[in-house]
T-cell receptor
Framework: DARVTQTPRHKVTEMGQEVTMRCQPI?????VFWYRQTMMQGLELLAY????????DSGMPKDRFSAEMPDATLATLKIQPSEPRDSAVYFC????????????FGPGTRLTVT | GNSVTQMEGPVTLSEEAFLTINCTYT??????LFWYVQYPGEGLQLLLKATKADDKGSNKGFEATYRKETTSFHLEKGSVQVSDSAVYFC?????????????FGDGTTLTVKP
């Protein structure tokens, strides 16, 4: 049963520290998404890759957030420096980018910035 | 642009009651439509989908029909169980250069009481 994996599952850090979250998409999927979920804002799309190329990162605060796909099996989301308002659950999702375009979500990384 | 409007929650039902969660959308062309479910502490999971007008998606007793004329994709279940308690998200994905980039509704929280 192929799944999207994310690490770490939980992260507590102090304001100003760098945070790196990792995602392994389902093998063979060519689209990868990063989302942020909070009670106040709901589910927000941060960045979107197809075939490892960034297609849309308009939802991401550019001054502190960066997203990359070093290879087809790894996507990273980095926050530097982190702030308390970044506290949220961050989800990675992957998809085939064809047919009906459904997405498969990972379990999320719960980030707390104190 | 594309948008999805969901019935506001929370929704509280007794076990074996009938469930309807309304979803309407705005999009050009013929997008794919989805319902995702999120259980506490987990990522979103695809519940069902429909890719063209009049298609009915179904899974685990849930159904939704793609209605082009009313731009709707309402979720229904004839008899809910306590285990159906979760947050339900309606979503669409367009057939254009942004294919695969889904637009999500705000989510509807369902609580089923024994």
């Amino acid at each position: 049963d192929a799944r999207v994996t994310q690490t770490p599952r939980h992260k507590v850090t102090e304001m100003g520290q760098e945070v790196t979250m990792r995602c392994q998409p389902i093998l063979g999927h060519n689209t990868v998404f990063w989302y942020r979920q909070t009670m106040m804002q709901g589910l927000e799309l941060l960045a979107y890759f197809r075939n490892r190329a960034p297609l849309d990162d308009s939802g991401m605060p550019k001054d502190r957030f960066s997203a990359e796909m070093p290879d087809a099996t790894l996507a990273t989301l980095k926050i530097q420096p982190s702030e308390p308002r970044d506290s949220a659950v961050y989800f990675c999702a992957s998809g085939l980018g064809t047919a009906s375009y459904e997405q498969y979500f990972g379990p999320g990384t719960r980030l707390t910035v104190t | 642009g594309n948008s999805v409007t969901q019935m506001e929650g929370p929704v509280t039902l007794s076990e074996e009651a009938f469930l309807t969660i309304n979803c309407t959308y705005t999009a050009t062309g013929y997008p794919s439509l989805f319902w995702y479910v999120q259980y506490p502490g987990e990522g979103l999971q695809l519940l069902l989908k429909a890719t063209k007008a009049d298609d009915k998606g179904s899974n685990k007793g849930f159904e939704a029909t793609y209605r082009k004329e009313t731009t709707s994709f309402h979720l229904e279940k004839g008899s809910v169980q306590v285990s159906d308690s979760a947050v339900y998200f309606c979503a669409l994905s367009p057939y254009n250069t942004n294919a695969g980039k889904s637009t999500f509704g705000d989510g509807t929280t369902l609580t089923v009481k024994p």
